[in-house]
């Protein structure tokens, strides 16, 4: 007996998966601390519109739309930011000094007018949704028939096309020229990275437009199989972004953006590296300057005890180095695998532990040890010992005593 699963089941649980995987993308955004703050709202701004797009789709292709009635048109003019975000999202990987001004909020223009164009689906309550979603349930080439305040909706969408295709190109063009004017650094990671999510984003505006021309005859196809091309290209496109998302879930550095540094003369010394010992082999390819400054940052981080200071953040590091924040921990995440406060925390430790060996403890006070290591309460550095070494600092003290 051969089993045979409709082409409709199979788009429809890849639409799952992508839409599980895209949302857990926006998580592992919203989680990550200390990346460039605005290349995660906009990655986030983007990940989560293309989450929402293939719930919508997947709502009406197994009928969920009726449950869920407001998603029939409510989140439209929402999709009128991902078209900026995009454009922008490239923008500031390559321009890390790239100020937002008032001027930048004309691009929110489109979506203003959506807003109010869209104004009477949302005054109309639970029962003009509910009437729409079994309307579009029906017959889905309705979708571009809805009247709206102040355009029919079939000019809304080719003005929403028309703007993910320009802001696309815009993209490509910043991105090309880019390239011409930085060809030694044309093998970086983030470029390959920004590459391929234009590309797929490229991809994905594409599609949409042409369904959404085409009366979105791609959801009749989804239920009733009635077209391979258009199953084979909503499967594509799910995967597309279930590998996008998937890219970031398994490389969260990318949203620490391009590192592009002002290489400052450091004090550099690997034999003080001790146990931050930085990997041979670079899986993102980084630029043998940057290898350098990785090293250069932690000699003098250990070379002048900058650990020590109980309030050497970051921020601090940021101001010391001349160097953004972002870019400090972009170069220290990628060569020792482990973030800012992490290297600070263990340094902090292997100093506390250098002085229980010279019997510093006869002199200080455990507490007075952690303070003078750089921690700022006991707890923290109780806390912070038996995290790294098991044990807690008294119990380490008696094992030198009874060895």
Known sequence: MILFIEPSYIVQSLLILAVLVTFLACGTILYEKNGNPKLKWLLFIIFSEIGLHFTVILFISIGLIKDFPFFSRGL???????????????????????????????????????????????????????????????????????????????????????????????????????????????????????????????FFVTTVALSSVSNFNYLDSIMDNSNVSVLITVSFI???????????????????????????????????????????????????????????????????????????????????????????????????????????????IEHAVELLKNNSHKKYTMEAIGYISGFNSRTTFYVSFKKITGITPNEYLQNIKSS
């Open 238 to 348: 799910g995967l597309s972004i279930l590998a996008l998302s998937g890219y970031i879930l398994f490389n969260p550095i990318l949203l620490y953006g391009l590192p592009r540094i002002n290489y400052k003369t450091i004090t550099d010394n690997s034999n003080s590296l001790s146990n931050f010992q930085l990997f041979k082999n670079e899986p993102y390819n980084i630029d043998k300057k940057e290898y350098k400054l990785a090293q250069s940052i932690i000699s003098e981080i250990t070379e002048k005890k900058l650990y020590k200071k109980v309030d050497f953040s970051l921020d601090n590091a940021s101001i010391h180095f001349t160097l953004p924040r972002h870019h400090i921990s972009f170069i220290l995440n990628n060569h020792l695998k482990k973030s800012f406060p992490d290297i600070i925390c263990e340094m902090r």
């Open 76 to 202: 439209y003019p929402y999709y009128y930011i991902i078209q900026p975000a995009i454009y922008f999202y490239v923008v500031v990987n390559l321009n890390e000094n790239y100020k937002f001004t008032k001027k930048d909020l004309l691009h929110l223009i489109p979506l203003i007018l959506a807003l109010i164009d869209n104004w009477g689906f949302y005054s109309g309550g639970p029962q003009h949704w509910e009437f729409w979603a079994n309307t579009i349930s029906n017959n889905f080439a309705f979708l571009t028939k809805y009247q709206g305040k102040l355009i029919l909706s079939k000019f809304h969408f080719i003005s929403l096309d028309l703007l993910k295709i320009s802001y696309t190109l815009f993209a490509w063009r910043y991105y090309f020229h880019y390239l011409k004017n930085n060809k030694e650094i044309k093998d970086q990671f983030v470029l390959k990275w920004l590459r391929l999510f234009l590309i797929i984003m490229s």
